[in-house]
């Protein structure tokens, strides 16, 4: 018999947003993330460090069955490619699958919540700046 | 500002040669709600720890008459987590200042999602924020900061600022010196210590020098602060997402942003 309770977490072994985050410390955030929203954290999977590979989310697909949905330690772990993003997002979606993303504290329920993400994406990719500062 | 009517050139250049922005609010039924909250929460904490209040309207004033310095960021961390869970909070906070930061900011916002809540005890040295640029610890410069006291402040119970002037001549100085009470003691007495009536809201550039020391007035401070940035400008550590929420995010972008150009991949 197959367990579905519960949530699988999703952690990352390439830089998040260009930072690298140890696992545990991802891990950690996830286990806090899912007791505040009194949600059943499983096991994570973890992303390898691929380039413009999805290994572990495409693990996820082939096991939709096995959980709820995924608590992915951030929304910057999803594909950069919007078109790819877009498609692993809806599938999970249309599977009534929950997608939490824990730092950022934003829940996917529906595919109109994608918008909420793909916003947060276009601002942040139209803003960036690298700089330090002078004295 | 070219296109400014003479009302907004007034506050913008104000803003400008100050670094600041003190304001009447006009919308006093929510900031008094918003008091109400605060209050609320601290009777219920006072309560749980078994500790008679009678209800006044000075109770935050005097929250140091029950409070231990031991138990002070308790009671804080209560208050923020209570009120930040509110989904009302964060909109009734920047409806509070709204006018006057969309004429500093701009009207395309992005918001910090959680308010800070800062209580300063009288003769309390263990939560002082003492001089600091956020800037210097990966803060935007692009970053507004709307700082809301729930009770009048002035001297000590306050916050000081450095002018844009001063703080450009000290800032080149700070290679010179090895430690913030050494940038302190160097910059005091050019410090403007900021009076604000409960009423007032204050809006300031956290680019400069600004902070606070010992509260020794004799009454407690509790004042909000929250960051406003315009949503396309740079950020820096405090990222979209997880520290800045879009509020105001007008038809326009979203149009802009779902345009498929021919050649896209």
Known sequence: MINKIGFRGYVSSSPIDGSVIPQSLQNLKIRDYAKSKNITFKLSITEYNFKKKYFALNSLKKQINTFEGIIFFSIYQLPINKKIRIIYLKFFLTKNKHLYFALEDIVLKKIKDIEDIEIIYFISENSKKNYKLKI | ?265
């Not at chain 2, 006057?100 to 040295?125: F, R, T, V």
């Open chain 2, 1 to 265: 500002m070219k296109f400014n009517n003479k009302i907004e050139n007034k506050i913008q250049n104000k803003f400008l040669k100050n670094g600041y922005y003190i304001f009447d609010i006009k919308k006093k039924k929510k900031l008094n709600y918003i008091k109400k909250e605060v209050t609320k929460y601290t009777l219920e904490w006072l309560q749980k720890k078994k500790i008679k209040v009678k209800l006044n309207s000075k109770i935050l004033d005097n929250v140091h008459k029950f409070v231990q310095i031991s138990e002070l960021n308790d009671l804080r961390i209560y208050i923020y987590n209570k009120i930040n869970q509110k989904k009302y909070f964060q909109k009734l906070y920047y409806e509070l200042g709204k006018e006057y930061i969309n004429i500093i900011c701009g009207n395309e916002l992005a918001m910090q999602k959680k308010c800070n809540l800062s209580i300063q005890l009288p003769k309390d040295n263990s939560s002082l924020l003492p001089l600091h640029s956020d800037v210097w610890s990966g803060d935007s410069e692009f970053e507004l900061v709307f700082w809301l006291p729930l009770v009048d402040v002035y001297r000590t119970k306050s916050m000081f600022i450095l002018s844009p002037k001063e703080n450009e001549k000290y800032f080149k100085k700070i290679k010179k010196l090895n430690s913030i009470d050494e940038v302190y003691n160097k910059v005091k007495k050019k410090l403007k210590w900021l009076k604000l009536d409960y009423g007032q809201g204050l809006l300031f550039t956290q680019n400069l020098m600004h902070g606070n020391i010992e509260n020794k007035e004799s009454s407690t401070r509790f004042s909000f602060n929250c960051r406003f940035k315009a949503i396309f400008s740079p950020y820096r550590d405090k990222k979209i997402g997880s520290f800045f929420n879009p509020i105001t995010i007008k038809p326009i972008t979203i149009i802009g942003m779902n345009y498929n150009f021919l050649d896209d991949k």
